[in-house]
């Protein structure tokens, strides 16, 4: 029975309590509804979040549309923005400790890990406030002595930004420096199961002197407040992170007001493991990469492709080490995993492990909840002997669960990691160059890695092929996403090309003499 602590000193005695941001004001709901988040770990309630509704969004869209419009925010130098990005950097820093505790609590994730997350985020502000001092278009002189062209880059207009529960403030920092720093104003609509992190982001934001309607944050459901902002015509752009089933319906009604959209969405990653790879950094990182945040990781390394002739001894050091994973209370500095979302996902989880029993797999380790003092737990599950076509090799369960495959050469390997509509990440496993080169070059994911796993850098793209998503976050290109390209075609000197032609030195009652070319 797992214990959990009912009495830590950072459990709060009381809910914190939020308000909506809009227009650099906190306000309660419209309705003045609110929705309580209970911690999965613990069963205690956290925090209490306005249950914003159509109204309060259209409200927030007015607002970042005026400041967009008509506010300072679009026209202020790329240095003022850029301080105000590095002043909320800083403010992050001095609050990690309450943002990472929020996440923690609300999502059930480690608190040491959730401290990493925070560091994480901090870095990705510095790196947009980079970026908004770079920003700049292109100067063609290379299209005849009367011609300059001049393409410049201006922000897209108001970004209606949408997140999930598993990475709540990381991924928010994904996107909202990026969309500033560009110039744009925002709405944001974080998940309903961990919306605090965000809500004290626009503290933050209103201290580091953002101005007023830059940024508003709408609680409440995704049917009511994330639909409401896909549907609005003052919406120039979405940016959304979640599921695949959710970001489809997205682009299908962002359609219908043309907006760009930038998609991450889910994945079925792949590890391939070689059987001439340093076995024992590839096992450390197998488990690291399905466990990593209860494996509730659009990242997650969920498929294990193993090499025939290593699969055996392979296969028994990943379930011994999968034995000895840390699960239980996140505020226990040595938890490696905490709890699961929700009751309705640690069900659908466990239904993955069950069918695929049922259809002739071998459940290894795991397979079911774990008994818990509290709150809601999943035991490190791994499963051998499944068949692409089973549901666990080929949906997201997005949980703890590993589901292994076994390959003989380099070309089956490829086929299987391809195997899925999703295309977000894999990792590849050897110490010989060429498999390592022809996997990566014919494995369809946005990243691979190469003998490591799951590492991140604001400097590097990120982004999934096929039903992983649509567009590429971070990297050098982050800030110009949120930016519309204009042309400017800019004549130089005397005319010379009439479209009718005049006779020379023909007058003209408009003042000008004819000239011939
Ligand atoms: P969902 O797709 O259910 O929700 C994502 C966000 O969309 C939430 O804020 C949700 O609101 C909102 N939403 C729900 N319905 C609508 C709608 N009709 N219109 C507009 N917005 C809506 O995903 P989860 O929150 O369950 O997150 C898990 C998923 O996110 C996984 O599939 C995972 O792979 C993916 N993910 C992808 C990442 C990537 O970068 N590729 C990174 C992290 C996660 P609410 O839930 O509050 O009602």
Redesign the pocket.
């Known amino acids: 029975m797992l214990a959990i602590d009912l009495k830590h000193p950072l459990l709060p005695r009381t809910p914190r309590q939020f308000g909506l941001l809009i227009d650099g004001k906190w306000r309660s709901a419209q309705e003045e509804k609110v929705v309580e988040r209970t911690s999965p770990a613990h069963d205690v309630r956290v925090s209490v979040y306005p249950s914003g509704e159509v109204a309060d969004a259209e409200a927030a869209i007015v607002s970042a549309r005026r400041a967009f419009d008509i506010g300072p925010w679009p026209k202020l130098k790329a240095a003022e923005r850029s301080r105000v990005l590095l002043r909320a950097a800083d403010l992050i820093e001095q609050r990690a400790e309450e943002l990472a505790l929020l996440d923690t609590l609300e999502n059930g994730k480690p608190l040491t890990q959730a401290r990493g997350e925070i560091a994480g985020a901090a870095d990705l502000w510095r790196y947009a406030a980079c970026l908004a001092r770079d920003l700049h278009g292109d100067a063609y002189t290379n299209l005849g002595p009367a011609m300059l062209g001049v393409v410049v880059r201006e922000p897209m207009g108001v970004i209606a930004i949408?997140?999930?529960?598993?990475?709540p403030f990381l991924?928010i920092s994904q996107k909202l420096p990026f969309a500033l720093a560009a110039g744009c104003t925002a709405v944001v609509?974080?998940?309903?199961?961990t919306s605090g992190s965000t809500l004290v982001l626009g503290e933050i934001l209103l201290e580091a002197g953002l101005p007023p309607g830059a940024a508003n944050i709408v609680t409440?459901?995704?049917?009511q407040v994330?639909?409401a902002?896909?549907r609005h015509p003052a919406v120039d752009m979405i940016s959304?992170?979640?599921?695949?089933?959710?970001?489809k319906?997205?682009v299908a009604?962002a359609a219908e007001t043309l907006k760009r959209v930038s998609m991450?969405?889910?994945?079925k990653n792949p590890q391939l493991v070689f059987a001439d790879a340093d076995l024992e950094a590839a096992v450390d990182a197998v488990v690291f990469g399905i466990y990593f945040n209860a494996g509730?990781?659009?990242?997650s390394g969920s498929r294990l492709l193993v090499q025939r002739e290593i699969a055996g001894t392979f296969l028994d050091e990943v379930v011994a080490r999968s034995r000895a994973v840390p699960v239980g209370d996140p505020l226990d500095e040595r938890t490696k995993v905490g709890a699961i979302i929700s009751a309705d996902h640690l069900g659908k989880i466990e239904g993955y492990v069950t069918d695929a029993a049922a259809a002739g797999a071998e459940v290894r380790l795991g397979g079911q909840r774990l008994a818990a003092e509290r709150g809601r737990f999943m035991a490190p599950t791994v499963v051998a002997g499944v068949s692409p076509e089973m549901a666990i090799a080929r949906e997201?369960v997005?949980g703890p669960v590993l589901a292994v495959l076994t390959f003989d050469t380099v070309e089956e390997a490829v086929t299987l990691a391809n195997g899925t509509g999703y295309g977000?990440s894999a990792g590849v496993w050897s110490r010989d160059y060429d498999t390592c080169q022809t996997a990566a070059a014919r494995i369809r994911a946005g990243t691979v890695w190469l003998n490591t796993f799951m590492e991140g850098f604001a400097e590097l793209p990120?982004?999934?092929f096929g039903e992983?998503?649509i567009g590429r976050?971070l990297g050098r290109h982050a800030a110009l996403d949120y930016t519309e390209i204009k042309t400017l075609q800019m004549h130089r000197g005397p005319r010379s090309d009439w479209w009718l032609p005049r006779a020379q030195g023909a007058q003209s009652p408009l003042g000008s003499q004819a000239t011939l070319s």
Not at 189 to 193: D, M, W
Not at 240 to 247: E, R
Not at 264 to 267: A, Q, R, S, T, W
């Open positions: 949408i997140t999930p529960w598993n990475f991924i609509k974080p998940s309903e199961l409440g459901s995704g049917r994330g639909a902002m896909v959304f992170t979640g599921s695949t089933a959710v970001g319906m997205t009604t991450e969405l889910g994945g509730e990781c659009c990242n997201e997005f977000l990120f982004g999934g992983s998503g976050e």
